[in-house]
């Protein structure tokens, strides 16, 4: 878990017309390379979901250890949109609410969020929700998302870090070549390679007190079943904007509504369709 939130909070001096200037920048060149690689997916959205590869270890003292790998059919761009959008409880159904959302810190690419939601569990026939009160230190540059509880309950340690880096999907166009780095996949495929992540997650749950067996065996289980469903809505909603962004209906309104690719523009028309059908 990183070390430098209280250093990110001192390093809040930049004042509003600077900050305004840099993010409209960072955003304006995030927009601008999303919509490029959106573009690949839009000529070949076809993309084969395989099942996450989930490792629990159980260090001593603490309950489990988790750590993730996934493939993702999106760029890395609009995958951190989608787990960092305020309005993601659309797509995660084990969000049963978001109780408080404060941007502590905002420096263009990187924020520092408090967040506190309650979360929706399931394992065998149990379910139930759990309170989580997290600092996320949230940043674009490298597609990480770090957290870590703020307070402690029933749990003594809730931390852990998501991160998401670049897959080069139709590297054999570049054959007999491998290439290096994302400008040399982009040269050798002639802008037509697609973009997709490979998602990690590392995360570590202690609890106040550890409980025996067989109760340990419960939770361990409700720990990964949880991971489980954040994983399958996640790329439920990637499987989703795919078939979107190749959808001829879509594709007849894209002049008046927008490129449907822009996954920040879709979301905010969704939520203004949904206004005008409640009010009408």
């Not at 760029?75 to 959302?101: L, Q």
């Not at 540059?141 to 703020?150: A, C, H, L, R, T």
């Not at 809505?233 to 822009?262: N, V, W």
Request: hydrophobic share 35%; aromatic share 8%.
């Amino acid at each position: 878990m990183p070390q430098d939130f209280d250093q990110l909070l001192r390093n809040d001096n930049m004042t509003s017309p600077e900050i305004d200037q840099r993010n409209n920048k960072e955003s304006s060149a995030v927009e601008l390379s999303l919509e490029k690689q959106m573009y690949s997916w839009k000529e070949n959205p076809i993309w084969e979901d395989h099942p996450p590869d989930i490792n629990v270890t159980v260090p001593k003292g603490s309950l489990c250890n988790l750590n993730l790998k996934v493939d993702v059919g999106l760029p890395p761009d609009a995958v951190y949109n989608i787990v960092t959008d305020p309005d993601n409880k659309r797509v995660f159904k084990n969000i049963k609410e978001v109780k408080s959302r404060k941007v502590l810190v905002d420096e263009g690419s990187r924020q520092l969020v408090e967040v506190e939601q309650a979360a929706i569990w399931r394992f065998l026939w149990l379910s139930g929700t759990i309170s989580i009160h997290v600092l996320v230190d949230q940043n674009r540059d490298d597609y990480s998302m770090k957290f870590k509880q703020i307070k402690s309950g029933f749990m003594q340690r809730f931390e852990g870090c998501w991160k998401m880096e670049p897959f080069f999907v139709d590297e054999e166009l570049c054959h007999p070549f491998k290439p290096p780095s994302l400008t040399d996949y982009i040269t050798c495929t002639k802008g037509k390679g697609r973009i997709a992540s490979r998602l990690s997650l590392e995360q570590l749950i202690q609890p106040a007190i550890l409980p025996p067996p067989p109760i340990s065996w419960y939770l361990r289980g409700i720990m990964t079943k949880t991971t489980e469903m954040l994983i399958t809505d996640l790329l439920a909603e990637a499987a989703r904007i795919r078939q979107d962004s190749c959808t001829s209906e879509e594709k007849s309104i894209e002049h008046e509504q927008g490129d449907p690719c822009d996954i920040k523009k879709r979301w905010a028309m969704r939520r203004k369709n949904a206004r005008l059908s409640r009010t009408s």
